[in-house]
């Protein structure tokens, strides 16, 4: 693990105990939303805009963000629940979008749906003993998942501003 893995592990193991899950929601559902504020009114053409053939397109991102945020979702839900869950497809490899950006941008808004009504499930006294692993962070519980979700939607929505910076980057007409 490098120093910053180990760094954002830490942040996520101590936040993530220190914390209710109606404590961290507000911080998960901030994130989320600047996601959502950021992808509001993408044409086709933006979303599909590639400036580097290493980098992820706009829809690439979103495809890869809805799919995990499926995964994270379970794996919380089961973990506060004293389940120990297999965390495998939680990062999913670069892969085209299977559908149009409206779309991409409904699954986006449906996965922040999702995550607050997951967390009004969650017991008050939630099992923050168990953990699952995650390929970059190692072993984290249930509270520590629930934190990642917003560290994932961060780093993503950094990739998605970087893209729509970039001076090639189409505009609306």
Same mark, same amino acid.
């Given at each position: 693990?490098?120093?910053?893995?180990?760094?954002?592990?830490?942040?996520?193991?101590?936040?993530?105990?220190?914390?209710?899950?109606?404590?961290?929601?507000?911080?998960?559902?901030?994130?989320?939303?600047?996601?959502?504020?950021?992808?509001?009114?993408?044409?086709?053409?933006?979303?599909?805009?590639?400036?580097d053939e290493?980098?992820?397109?706009?829809?690439?991102?979103?495809?890869?963000?809805?799919?995990?945020?499926?995964?994270?979702?379970?794996?919380?839900?089961?973990?506060?629940?004293?389940?120990?869950?297999?965390?495998?497809?939680?990062?999913?490899?670069?892969?085209?979008?299977?559908?149009?950006?409206?779309?991409?941008?409904?699954?986006?808004?449906?996965?922040?749906?999702?995550?607050?009504?997951?967390?009004?499930?969650?017991?008050?006294?939630?099992? $923050?003993?168990?953990t699952s692993?995650?390929?970059?962070?190692?072993?984290?519980?249930?509270?520590?998942?629930?934190?990642?979700?917003?560290?994932h939607d961060?780093?993503?929505?950094?990739?998605?501003?970087?893209? $729509?910076?970039?001076?090639?980057?189409? $505009?609306?007409?």
């Amino acid at each position: 693990m490098t120093p910053e893995q180990e760094r954002i592990r830490n942040y996520l193991i101590v936040q993530g105990r220190k914390y209710s899950f109606e404590e961290l929601w507000t911080r998960s559902a901030s994130s989320r939303l600047q996601m959502i504020d950021e992808i509001q009114g993408l044409t086709q053409e933006q979303a599909d805009f590639s400036f580097d053939e290493d980098e992820w397109t706009i829809a690439e991102v979103l495809h890869h963000v809805v799919a995990s945020t499926t995964r994270v979702t379970e794996v919380v839900e089961l973990l506060a629940n004293g389940e120990t869950p297999d965390a495998g497809g939680v990062e999913p490899p670069r892969e085209s979008a299977d559908v149009g950006i409206d779309m991409l941008i409904r699954k986006v808004i449906e996965g922040g749906i999702n995550w607050a009504v997951m967390t009004s499930r969650l017991p008050k006294e939630a099992d $923050k003993i168990s953990t699952s692993n995650h390929s970059f962070f190692g072993e984290l519980h249930s509270g520590a998942w629930y934190l990642f979700q917003r560290i994932h939607d961060l780093d993503h929505i950094g990739q998605i501003t970087a893209c $729509k910076q970039h001076p090639d980057y189409p $505009k609306r007409v």
